[in-house]
């Protein structure tokens, strides 16, 4: 990254008047990784900053740009180069950090779903989230992740999840797992049960719907509890 952090560990650590050696053992990393990071080789892992930015008493603001932000300034803690970066926190700690790459698909960084607050993810582009959300995700483009608490929208495409507690709208198919309420795709639906409604513009493969279900073409399901509109063939699975 074209930041100043490894000016500034050096820096510090003079001023501390310690050796490589003794931030190294601090840090549980070697003396040749200290080096590195001195002569900007490499930089220290994103989960070690708050770390090392205790060890020398200044805020992580400063270990990676030489300066303090000031309160209300419309800025980051980043030099103006150009460069695009991705900063993912929860509320004002850090958990990632990385420059943008088009090519490579961004991991959200998600605790466990036990430790979550409700959490809402919003996404431009498609959402790969390897892990459970329990709340709601939303997305421009596709949805690929574990079980989500509430509603899923993929907007530009398709949905491929785990159980999903209240409501799934795709603008594709919907692979899933048992949905809350209702399933509306513009393409296929393959899930559990479903809670209240199906709407597709193609097959729908499901167990029990305590609803109606209309799809485009064939209907293969357990139990219906209401009406069924399609353009093919209705085959209640045993």
């Not at 090392?52 to 300066?67: H, M, N, P, Q, W």
């Not at 090519?103 to 498609?126: A, H, Y």
Request: with cysteine.
């Amino acid at each position: 990254m074209s930041i100043k952090i490894s000016e500034m560990i050096k820096e510090l650590r003079l001023q501390m008047g310690i050796s490589q050696e003794i931030l190294a053992e601090h840090m549980g990393v070697t003396v040749q990784a200290v080096s590195k990071w001195e002569n900007g080789l490499s930089c220290p892992d994103i989960g070690g900053l708050p770390m090392l930015a205790d060890f020398f008493g200044v805020s992580i603001d400063r270990l990676l740009t030489g300066k303090e932000m000031v309160p209300g300034e419309n800025a980051l803690p980043f030099p103006d180069d150009g460069i695009m970066r991705v900063v993912q926190a929860m509320g004002n700690n850090i958990l990632d950090l990385r420059e943008l790459s088009y090519d490579t698909p961004i991991k959200l960084f998600l605790p466990d779903i036990s430790e979550q607050p409700l959490l809402t993810v919003e996404i431009i582009g498609n959402c790969s989230v390897d892990g459970d959300i329990n709340g709601s995700v939303s997305a421009q483009g596709c949805v690929n992740c574990g079980n989500v608490g509430q509603c899923v929208n993929a907007a530009g495409g398709g949905v491929n999840c785990g159980n999903v507690g209240q409501c799934v709208d795709a603008a594709g198919g919907v692979n899933c797992g048992n949905v809350g309420q209702c399933v509306d795709a513009q393409g296929g639906v393959n899930c559990g049960k479903v809670g209240q409604c199906v709407d597709a513009q193609g097959d729908v493969h499901c167990s029990d719907v305590h609803g109606d279900v209309r799809a485009d073409h064939d209907v293969y399901c357990g139990h219906i509890d209401g009406d069924v509109e399609c353009g093919g063939n209705v085959i209640l699975k045993q």
